[in-house]
């Protein structure tokens, strides 16, 4: 399997896309901004179609859109694209964007349908480049914001009160976050990057409470939904994209039932055994007529 180029390239640029998208989805999942991250691969379908349409790089259309999207959603404030309605309104527009440059560049209709699904198997050396460089440069701006970031996302109030640019951090965030899913996209297709952002952060959750070893959990996840997907479509000639988003669910499900036993196994406080032994306070107004009757 090894020996041919293309399965090469698929398992180097798929283990960077998912170490960076697993990284990312921790911050993601503890921000709640799963809804924001599932319209940027939207909107930057819709760059991608424009960009294929008029002969350019789709990561260049995708990145200009994604991008321009997160400075957007920046400066209007997350909590308006945290609400259900704004959100539907963004994606449909996008989509009938990607809709209209799709029917105008009907000759390009297969590198329509990789945006849409991912082309795991089709990605050359000068992607595998472009998206190491892109995933580098990430995770090294991740790295740099990783304690005012992790301050934020997990302790909003005690952020605000340490006086913390918030706002300069969300939106620096988001525009990580833009071009992250525009270089996932290519992996998994804009249908299915929610998969890679979400999926493996959520399982880390249930597995451990550290910061730091829930990214590293997250990650090993990720990859191996990844490596697992590969080997499964090369030997039963199945979608790629499927066995990833099927082992990634797989994973988050047996972390939430690990969860669910650790939660049924953990021993209780003795003063919650002695109040549950003890009968429950009667409540005034009983105590009153109790009297009364007396």
């Known amino acids: 399997m090894l020996r041919y180029d293309f399965m090469q390239h698929a398992f180097i640029a798929g283990t960077l896309v998912a170490v960076m998208c697993s990284v990312i989805g921790v911050f993601v999942i503890a921000r709640h901004l799963s809804f924001i991250a599932h319209a940027f691969s939207h909107i930057g379908f819709s760059g991608a179609a424009f960009a294929v349409y008029a002969g350019w790089n789709p990561l260049g259309g995708l990145l200009l859109f994604s ?4 400075f957007a959603t920046g400066g209007l404030g997350v909590k308006v694209f945290r609400r259900d309605v704004t959100i539907s309104i963004v994606l449909s527009l996008f989509l009938g964007l990607g809709l209209l440059f799709i029917s105008l560049s009907a000759k390009q209709s297969t590198a329509m349908y990789a945006l849409l699904f991912g082309s795991v198997v089709g990605i050359s050396m000068r992607n595998v480049w472009e998206m190491a460089l892109l995933s580098l440069a990430v995770l090294l701006a991740l790295l740099i914001l990783y304690k005012p970031l992790k301050f934020d996302s997990f302790d909003p109030v005690g952020a605000q009160a ?8 969300s939106v620096a965030f988001l525009v990580l976050l833009a071009a992250a899913t525009s ?34 959990v997250s990650a090993c996840l990720g990859a191996a939904g990844i490596w697992g997907g590969l080997v499964l479509s090369y030997y039963t000639n199945a979608p790629v994209t499927f066995f990833i988003a099927a082992l990634e669910c797989l994973f ?43």
């Open 67 to 70: 991008i321009a999207s997160a």
């Open 162 to 169: 340490a006086r913390l640019p918030v706002r300069l951090i």
């Open 183 to 216: 270089e996932a996209i290519q992996i998994v297709g804009s249908l299915l990057v929610f998969t890679l952002m979400t999926a493996p952060a959520a399982a880390a959750r249930y597995v451990t409470n550290s910061v730091f070893r829930m990214i590293l």
């Open 252 to 294: 988050y499900f047996a972390a939430l039932g690990i969860g669910v036993l650790r939660a049924r196994r953990k021993p209780r406080a003795p003063e919650q055994i002695g109040e549950a032994a003890m009968p429950a306070p009667m409540n005034q107004p009983a105590l009153i007529r109790q009297n009364e009757a007396r």
